[in-house]
């Protein structure tokens, strides 16, 4: 296993909970010489989109602790990256921790690290908000420690990096010693990126000063909705890209097959996020977005020429059910398509998705995937 200063050939990374793929990416936009020499996942929808995209991959659909210490190996791995089923750590899936079955493969990845006798140097890890107070993260900062490695643990989100997009994720970088981090190591959570370099909005060519300083006075544009979810002044947005550049253009059968339903309508309509082109943030989208709209993601309003408060003023005060909906027709809100929803976890053009898939499950391995924008910041950040 080579060290990062005697490096020649390509680190070879091992990456696990693959899903569709946003590590790989991650390692191709890091431009860090790197080969993905196996992944894994057990996700039959996630592989066959994993394949279409990288079909020269050597993509594993197995349990992971179903694969034993001399095959782990001999993928003579430099990096481990991986992304381990959320849900043992949400509300959502009760907080079950470690006595969630889901959390099993991972453990068993812990004690594989320990019986490794060359372990990887370098370690990239994403989960969600909550991780980092798990049973689960204690374990592996034991196993870590216990391993010789020194890591650093942060809270990201993609509107950090000038990306319209809330997504705040917990990650992990661990690197073995005698290695040691190009940032001065903290102990406590890193919220921002170390100061070494500078880390740029994807695919942005104005530097992060020149954002801030544009006038931004459509960040000041939403929709003035009272029913909104969403507070503007939660977080400076005012350095993040407008939203229009992540859109795709559609004919009108996909424009109007993008469109909220009635029952959605009527019965959401005081919870929806509402964001325009012209914003410059979007919630979190789940793998609920699509079918469902509590909390699963924003949708769009793109019907300028309306007047949205005296709509929703009107809706507000309608004991008429036709009436409201007849109302709400006029804003054409909609979802963000699958492809846009892509786009703003940064995965790039050339990622598409097997003609044989549904919406449905676009959206939901979507709603599973990280920020590949983010990652690659943070996979530079390690091997550095």
């Known amino acids: 296993m080579q060290s ?64 034993k210490l001399p095959e782990f190996q001999s993928w003579n791995a430099d990096v481990f990256m991986m992304s381990p089923p959320c849900q043992p750590f949400t509300r ?6 470690t006595a969630d079955p889901r959390t099993k493969s991972f453990l068993y990845i812990l004690d594989i690290l320990r019986r490794m006798a060359e372990p990887p140097n370098h370690i990239l890890l994403e989960n969600v908000k909550g991780f980092e107070t798990s049973e689960t993260r204690s374990n592996l900062v034991a196993t870590l420690d216990e391993c010789g490695y020194c890591y650093q643990e942060f809270l ?21 010693k005698p290695l040691t981090f190009a940032f001065e190591h903290q102990t406590d959570i890193m919220k921002e990126m170390p100061l070494i370099g ?14 801030v300083n544009q006038n931004t006075s459509q960040n000041k544009q939403e929709i003035p909705c009272p029913y909104s979810i969403f507070d503007p002044e939660d977080r400076d947005t005012t350095n993040c890209r407008e939203i229009s550049e992540f859109l795709e253009p559609h004919s009108k059968e996909e424009e109007e097959g993008l469109l909220l339903q009635d029952k959605l309508l009527d019965r959401y309509w005081k919870v929806l996020d509402i964001v325009t082109p012209s914003s410059r943030r979007s919630c979190c989208f789940t793998k609920a977005y699509g079918h469902y709209v509590e909390g699963t993601g924003s949708v769009l ?27 709400l027709h006029q804003l054409k809100m909609r979802f963000f398509s699958p492809r846009e929803v892509a786009s703003l976890h940064c995965l790039p053009p050339e990622f598409t998705f097997p003609q044989a898939t549904t919406t449905k499950q676009r959206y939901r391995v979507l709603g599973n995937s990280l920020n590949a924008h983010v990652v690659a910041e943070l996979f530079k950040l390690l091997v550095r």
Request: glycine share 6%; no cysteine.
């Open 156 to 176: 990201l989100s993609p509107n950090q990096f000038g990306i319209p997009n809330s997504r705040l994720r917990y990650f992990l970088l661990a690197k073995r």
């Open 92 to 97: 959502v899936g009760l907080k079950g921790d």
């Open 301 to 327: 309003f793109s019907q300028t020429d309306v007047d949205a408060k005296d709509v929703f003023t009107k809706v507000s005060k309608s004991e008429d059910q036709s009436e409201r909906l007849d109302l």
């Open 4 to 67: 990062e200063s005697d490096q020649t050939d390509p680190l070879r990374v091992v990456e696990f909970y693959s899903g569709v793929g946003g590590m790989h990416y991650a390692v191709l936009e890091s431009k860090v010489p790197a080969t993905v020499v196996a992944a894994l996942d057990i996700n039959t929808t996630a592989n066959a989109v994993y394949r279409h995209n990288f079909p020269h991959v050597n993509l594993l659909q197995r349990d992971i602790t179903g694969i």
């Open 198 to 211: 500078s880390a740029t909005p994807a695919n942005q060519n104005t530097s992060s000063s020149e954002v």
